[in-house]
T-cell receptor, first 117, second 114 residues
Framework: AQKITQTQPGMFVQEKEAVTLDCTYD???????LFWYKQPSSGEMIFLIY??????QNATEGRYSLNFQKARKSANLVISASQLGDSAMYFC??????????????FGKGTTLSVSS | DADVTQTPRNRITKTGKRIMLECSQT?????MYWYRQDPGLGLRLIYY???????NKGEISDGYSVSRQAQAKFSLSLESAIPNQTALYFC?????????????FGPGTRLTVL
């Protein structure tokens, strides 16, 4: 079974609108972290936001917020006031504290976001 | 200067050739990782290393080998490249510790095997 599922291959939004990118995860580890990365067309991986499994509040970083619903095992990324520069691929990833691969990240397949003017 | 560097940035090679991708970091992190990215599949873990003497296989290690020459250097080798190893390869580093440690990625190496 997939550990990280991103069900939206592509999303389209207009400038200044908010958009939610979905991510669900599967783990039996009580301690884990959830990450979102942005990959523009140039290819680099840009860290956006982190949520720990024990964090009580949803993480926020500027225009990015993470809607963390632990019981539903979802960690959706919300981008407020979209900008043209937000057009990119977005990856959700998880790190489990007791994963055999230690602190390696498990990635979803990504969602391509296209922002239009 | 970038904290995590990868060389080369782009490489075209032929089937059967040996190729090495190099990664260096100045962050002082113990942990280093190699991932590959294929379209539609996200990033998958090839190898990871917790320190110079601790190297482990990841999800897709077949056809690859690695060397941790120093804390700051982690190389990925394709002993005999094949076309389905054409991909974007990322090196990453993180501090040791719990699940909240961010991974820092290099810029990636685009490898094409003809």
């Amino acid at each position: 079974a997939q550990k990280i599922t991103q069900t939206q291959p592509g999303m389209f939004v207009q400038e200044k609108e908010a958009v939610t990118l979905d991510c669900t995860y599967d783990t039996s580890d009580p301690s884990y972290g959830l990450f979102w990365y942005k990959q523009p067309s140039s290819g680099e991986m840009i860290f956006l936001i982190y949520q720990g499994s024990y964090d009580q509040q949803n993480a926020t970083e500027g225009r990015y917020s993470l809607n963390f619903q632990k019981a539903r095992k979802s960690a959706n990324l919300v981008i407020s006031a979209s900008q043209l520069g937000d057009s990119a691929m977005y990856f959700c990833a998880m790190r489990e504290a007791y994963n055999q691969a230690g602190t390696a990240l498990i990635f979803g397949k990504g969602t391509t976001l296209s922002v239009s003017s | 200067d970038a904290d995590v560097t990868q060389t080369p940035r782009n490489r075209i090679t032929k089937t059967g050739k040996r190729i090495m991708l190099e990664c260096s970091q100045t962050k002082g992190h113990d942990r280093m990782y190699w991932y590959r990215q294929d379209p539609g599949l996200g990033l998958r873990l090839i190898y990871y290393s917790f320190d110079v003497k601790d190297i482990n296989k990841g999800e897709i290690s077949d056809g690859y080998s690695v060397s941790r020459q120093a804390q700051a250097k982690f190389s990925l080798s394709l002993e005999s490249a094949i076309p389905n190893q054409t991909a974007l390869y990322f090196c990453a580093t993180s501090e040791s510790g719990g699940p909240n440690n961010e991974q820092f990625f290099g810029p990636g190496t685009r490898l094409t095997v003809l």
